[in-house]
């Protein structure tokens, strides 16, 4: 194997190993010693195990419809498939044809939205603010790892982590104490500002081209990245909190979920018009089509079926840690049809309206 051949390479080895790497950092910061005492965290290491494993599949199967698609454009065979995997590496660009596999119609973005909004917004949020208050190391971490494979495989490592290090369920109140004061009730312009400029480009990426659309997508990712980057060892959510334009988490949830649900209605009619044979939006529209055709845009191409799935299996895992943090309901249950973005925005307002609330309640206490 020559230098090209090795350089060709480079691309999916550094893929694998950033993967392996920030996997390491994410599973020693949990602290696997408690997990026979709290056998509920169980259940989030079997929901983080197959959906790294779907997910992997599903990354194979990419690259193997990369491959043979690549050679039935190309028309040329070598009899040495360790050059001709070599030609395809050096020809290819993986991560943006999947990219624009899932988002090339209005019906496929109608997927790829709801785990960008999901991640950017809510989550983001979640594993800043209960990150810090749970002494969760490695933040950063966790965050790379949903950009890198997929938001359901961190997410449910770091639900494992919450568990593991002392979270306490109990439905519908939030537990009062001496530790509560110490939890800021205000997101840092750091936060706020990062996420929201994030869903600027997230509304942007319909309207991108092939020029644009890897750097759309780039600052994507680079934006939410940068909190987390900021946060000082023992914080306690106090690091990034002090200082002007700090506004409170129920406001910056209240904004997400008008944000994220603007963006869910506009793409949802785009997709609907898509489907639409009529000359107006519901003119022969069918409830049972339109399923149907998100059905198959979902497995249209195994780049769309990575992010579908990543799709389903976080809105799966956030309904299950929703009913267990705040009791079995209808809000987190209309996730499966609505969108997990704007539903997790929801319950995350709710959330933080009652915090606020407790943290009142605590001071004006304090003062009697």
Not at 26 to 54: D, E, M, N, T
Not at 206 to 234: K, R
Not at 329 to 347: M, Q, R
Request: charged share 15%.
């Amino acid at each position: 194997m020559d230098t090209q051949d090795i350089l060709a390479f480079r691309g999916p080895a550094g893929y694998i190993v950033a993967i392996l790497i920030l996997l390491t950092v994410v599973l020693k910061s949990i602290p696997w010693i408690q997990l026979s005492h709290r056998r509920i965290g169980y259940l989030f290491v079997f929901l983080a195990f197959c959906s790294f494993l779907h997910t992997f599949y599903y990354i194979l199967v990419f690259y193997t419809a990369s491959f043979t698609e690549y050679e039935a454009r190309a028309g040329v065979f070598s009899p040495d498939l360790g050059k001709r995997i070599t030609v395809w590496l050096a020809q290819a660009s993986l991560f943006e044809e999947a990219r624009l596999k899932a988002s090339a119609r209005s019906v496929n973005w109608w997927w790829s939205e709801q785990i960008c909004t999901y991640a950017i917004g809510p989550w983001t949020v979640f594993l800043f603010v209960e990150g810090q208050r749970h002494q969760i190391r490695h933040l950063w971490a966790y965050m790379l790892l949903g950009q890198l494979v997929a938001v359901s495989v961190p997410a449910n490592l770091f639900y494992l982590a919450l568990v593991l290090s002392g979270r306490e369920f109990k439905p519908g109140t939030f537990k009062r104490g001496p530790a509560m004061p110490s939890v800021t009730t205000k997101a840092p312009p750091l936060l706020w500002i990062s996420i929201l400029l994030s869903l600027v480009t997230v509304a942007n990426s319909p309207y991108t081209d092939a020029d644009t659309f890897l750097p759309n997508l780039l600052l994507m990712h680079a934006l939410i990245v940068v909190p987390f980057l900021f946060i000082t060892s023992g914080s306690h959510g106090k690091g990034l909190s002090s200082g002007w334009f700090s506004i409170p988490y129920s406001t910056l949830h209240t904004i997400l979920y008008a944000v994220i649900l603007t963006l869910r209605v506009k793409t949802t009619l785009a997709a609907v018009r898509e489907g639409s044979s009529g000359l107006y939006l519901f003119q022969n529209f069918s409830f049972m089509s339109f399923c149907k055709a998100i059905i198959e845009a979902l497995h249209s191409h195994p780049g769309q079926a990575t992010i579908g799935w990543d799709v389903i299996w976080s809105t799966s895992s956030f309904v299950i840690w929703t009913c267990l943090d705040r009791g079995f309901s209808l809000a987190p249950l209309s996730a499966i049809f609505a969108s997990a973005g704007v539903v997790s925005s929801w319950v995350g307002a709710s959330a933080a309206f009652e915090k606020e609330e407790v943290k009142v309640e605590y001071t004006e206490g304090k003062d009697e």
